[in-house]
Nanobody, 123 residues
Framework: VQLQASGGGLVQAGGSLRLSCAAS????????MGWFRQAPGKEREFVAA????????YYADSVKGRFTISRDNAKNTVYLQMNSLKPEDASVYYC?????????????????WGQGTLVTVSS
């Protein structure tokens, strides 16, 4: 599976962005998907995850109520809608695919990673 993340950019605090992650391969619908982020000098942290069919989602406490993860298996794409952005949300965002159907929240649970897309939030 190859993953291509896009949609990052510069946004003012309080604004919104939607990240997309396009996956190659015919088995996308069998993978759980996730979004992580990594700020300079910090460890990669979990943001959100979704099960193979979108039936289950899970969020980090820091983004709960503001971010929404979704997927379109017909388009081999997973999305992260980010609303009410804060300066502390600024980071490089990575999408990832796990070779299992259920939600995965740890870095080590994922098998494939995209290249990252930069989100900058101005205060």
């Amino acid at each position: 599976v190859q993953l291509q993340a896009s949609g990052g950019g510069l946004v003012q605090a309080g604004g919104s962005l939607r990240l997309s992650c396009a996956a190659s391969g015919r088995t996308f619908s069998t993978y759980a998907m996730g979004w992580f982020r990594q700020a300079p000098g910090k460890e990669r942290e979990f943001v959100a995850a979704i099960s193979w069919n979108g039936g289950s989602t899970y969020y980090a406490d820091s983004v709960k109520g503001r971010f929404t993860i979704s997927r379109d298996n017909a388009k081999n794409t997973v999305y992260l809608q980010m609303n009410s952005l804060k300066p502390e949300d600024a980071s490089v965002y990575y999408c990832a695919a796990a070779g299992r159907a259920s939600v995965v929240t740890t870095v080590y649970g994922y098998d494939y990673w995209g290249q990252g897309t930069l989100v900058t939030v101005s205060s």
